[in-house]
């Protein structure tokens, strides 16, 4: 058994996942090759991973670091799963252009790493990476499941499904804690089994139902949110009371989805709904403020611990392994899977395992409001797909005027304009655009 990791350097999330996996059936004596660009963060993450299979696995597995582009071919090479975490260009010098264009035009960002004019960049200097990872796993590992954990998850989950004959699945961690998030948020106080069922698309799925030993307990959730909202989750909850469900990611990721709540006609709405402007950076800015001591806690410890992380990964994986079937919620093609929701767009829908690999759950028709608004996000992605495959500056313009927030803030000469800014920042991942 051999699992890689493509972006390994990114410390935090593969200790979750490294350390589910040393703790689950079927996985604890794979081999793991560990690949990054970055030679000292990826001997950072060599480092702290024998740590932990020493301190919690026995030493069972194995581990192989590979830096750079000449040592993917040996770090994929026999694979049966592929998890992907990468990041192209980092903060410095992509995504600080991403918000620093973006605020140039006035178009004001919480994220920026989904949808809007910096999420169709981010996947625009994604996907060529992706190009590359496809090429050689269909010849190093073309069996292989390629689980992708890097955003914009709909377009690039998207794009792999659809242009390259490689096995994959999106995974998000909004799904599992959207029920809870809602549940602690307005204070109800589950005493029985609290089940849920979730689909739409990622970032933007809806919580259809939930339930107490059966009993349908979102009537009396929505009477405590009219009382009771979070001051972190504000906008969250009016969507839920407009539209009548909770989506699945958070506040200020939704409010850069949508039309209604980051608007320079109503500038009091950003204090009104406690939106995080510009919070991507700050969080980047503070992550590698704190690395050193993060380094020190995570790679230097020589007698690591860990309890099983909230990650499907694991979990997928030895579904697939042992015949054991496993039910999440995966990104996929639709291809009928929400019957109001266009076939080809990439879906977060129930799935499930065997050792047969991962199929859809049928959920059928979404409310109507709801599957409105996945359909203005998902005219974004569409697009977006088709311009990192045509390579068309058109199609990438056209996929920005269709994006709700921006078209809602901008002139069409303005996006544009945005847009031919972006092409010139990240000159070095797109030069094949005309």
């Not at 920026?112 to 090429?135: N, Q, S, V």
């Not at 909004?174 to 549940?183: E, H, P």
């Not at 690591?304 to 496993?326: C, K, N, Q, T, W």
Request: with cysteine; hydrophobic share 40%; aromatic share 8%.
């Amino acid at each position: 058994m051999k699992i890689t990791f493509l972006g390994a350097g990114s410390v935090v999330f593969l200790r979750n996942v490294i350390d589910d996996c040393l703790l689950t059936d079927g996985l604890k004596d794979a081999h793991y090759a560990l690949y990054d660009i970055d030679c000292q963060r990826l001997s950072d993450a060599l480092s702290m991973v024998n740590a932990l299979n020493m301190s919690i696995n026995d030493g069972k597995a194995t581990f192989s670091a590979h830096c750079g582009g000449a040592h993917l071919a040996e770090a994929l090479h026999g694979a049966d799963f592929v998890v992907n975490a990468i990041q192209v260009g980092g903060y410095e010098p992509a995504t600080k252009a991403d918000f620093d264009i973006c605020n140039k035009y006035h178009l004001q960002t919480t994220i920026g790493d989904t949808l809007g004019p910096a999420g169709i960049f981010r996947a625009l200097r994604t996907i060529p990476i992706l190009d590359f990872f496809a090429e050689t796993m269909s010849r190093e590992c073309p069996q292989a499941w390629f689980l992708n954990y890097t955003n914009p998850m709909g377009i690039l989950s998207g794009y792999m499904q659809r242009y390259t004959d490689i096995k994959t699945v999106g995974l998000c961690h909004s799904v599992q804690v959207t029920a809870k998030k809602l549940m602690d948020g307005v204070g109800f106080v589950a005493k029985g089994h609290v089940a849920y069922r979730i689909a739409g698309i990622n970032h933007m799925a809806w919580l259809l139902a939930i339930t107490e030993d059966g009993r349908d307990i979102y009537p009396e959730i929505k009477r405590l949110s009219l009382d009771h909202v979070p001051e972190n989750d504000r906008v969250r909850i009016a969507v839920m009371n407009k539209f009548g469900y909770y989506v699945t990611e958070s506040s200020e990721h939704v409010a850069e989805y949508l039309p209604y709540f980051i608007k320079k006609t109503y500038p009091d709405q950003i204090e009104k709904y406690n939106i995080p402007l510009d919070e991507y950076p700050r969080r980047c800015i503070m992550n590698i403020e704190k690395w050193s001591q993060m380094r020190r806690e995570l790679v230097e410890n020589d007698n690591p611990s860990h309890e099983r992380s909230r990650e499907y990964a694991s979990l997928i994986m030895r579904g697939i392994v042992l015949d054991s079937p496993f039910v999440f919620n995966g990104n996929v093609i639709n291809n009928g899977s929400i019957s109001n929701l266009p076939d080809n767009a990439c879906v977060e829908v129930p799935c499930v395992t065997s050792s047969f690999g991962i199929d859809r759950i049928m959920v059928g028709a979404l409310p109507e409001q709801c599957a409105a608004l996945n359909r203005t996000n998902i005219n974004v992605q569409l697009m977006a797909i088709q311009a990192a495959a045509t390579k068309r500056k058109e199609d990438v313009y056209q996929a920005a005027l269709l994006d709700p927030h921006a078209s809602a803030e901008l002139s069409m000469e303005d996006i544009k304009a945005l847009c031919d800014d972006m092409f010139v920042a990240h000159e070095q991942w797109l030069p094949e655009y005309k």
